[in-house]
């Protein structure tokens, strides 16, 4: 069964502090897909990245980036120079491939981490 | 477009009600799901869709029915609320899912109660 573990349950940083938001997963699938989305205040839940398992090139957007090292089944996502509008809970899922493929929209996810921004 | 809407934002209930939850898609996706979202728990399935006239299990169905008659619509029926089923529920939907991963659209959320 897959699993999803986000060990930080809550991380508190001063503005402009660089911030890491660790994702551990367990699969036995060979194809799989990780997401990272973001819960603010307001309780929406926004999309931020998705990744395959066939590529693990570091991705970077704007202040965000995300380190997938298959190796050590990890996901991690870094915010840069942090800002108050970064607080929210943040969310690592993964969507196993599957017989057909017709399990890739299930998603399993992480409990959460909750990254509170101090100005 | 609208996106993924959902109906109501709130609902408070007596133990033993039943209601639909409702839950529309304007984006013709295929795929459509209910997750509830339980404090330190992260989100769990509840039930899904792989289109109209097909759905299926997750992690967390007993106590909620769906059914998918329409490509656009995903109602959840609670069919006897309990106070653990207390929650906030997202519905989500995404495009082709034959056609490799895609990144699930969320709904707003229902914030239930049950007392």
């Known amino acids: 069964a897959q699993k999803v573990t986000q060990a930080q349950t809550e991380i508190s940083v001063v503005e402009k502090e660089d911030v890491t938001l660790d994702c551990v997963y367990e699969t036995r699938d060979t194809t799989y897909y990780l997401f990272w989305y973001k819960q603010p205040p307001s309780g929406e839940l926004v999309f931020l990245i998705r990744?395959?398992?066939?590529?693990?090139q570091n991705e970077i957007s704007g202040r965000y980036s995300w380190n997938f090292q298959k190796s050590t089944s990890s996901f991690n996502f870094t915010i840069t120079a942090s800002q108050v509008v970064d607080s929210a809970v943040y969310f690592c899922a993964l969507s196993e491939a599957g017989a057909g493929g017709t399990s890739y929209g299930k998603l399993t996810f992480g409990q959460g981490t909750i990254l509170t921004v101090h100005p | 477009n609208a996106g993924v809407t959902q109906t109501p934002k709130f609902q408070v209930l007596k133990t033993g009600q039943s209601m639909t939850l409702q839950c529309a898609q304007d984006?013709?996706?295929?795929?459509m799901s209910w997750y509830r979202q339980d404090p330190g728990m992260g989100l769990r399935l509840i039930h899904y869709s792989v289109g109209a006239g097909i759905t299926d299990q997750g992690e967390v169905p007993n106590g909620y029915n769906v059914s998918r008659s329409t490509t656009e619509d995903f109602p959840l029926r609670l069919l006897s609320a309990a106070p653990s089923q207390t929650s906030v529920y997202f519905c989500?939907?995404?495009?082709?899912?034959?056609?490799?991963?895609?990144?699930?659209?969320f709904g707003p959320g229902t914030r239930l109660t049950v007392t």
């Open positions: 989500a939907s995404s495009y082709s899912v034959r056609t490799g991963a895609r990144e699930q659209y």
């Open positions: 990744r395959n398992s066939f590529d693990e």
């Open positions: 984006m013709n996706h295929e795929y």
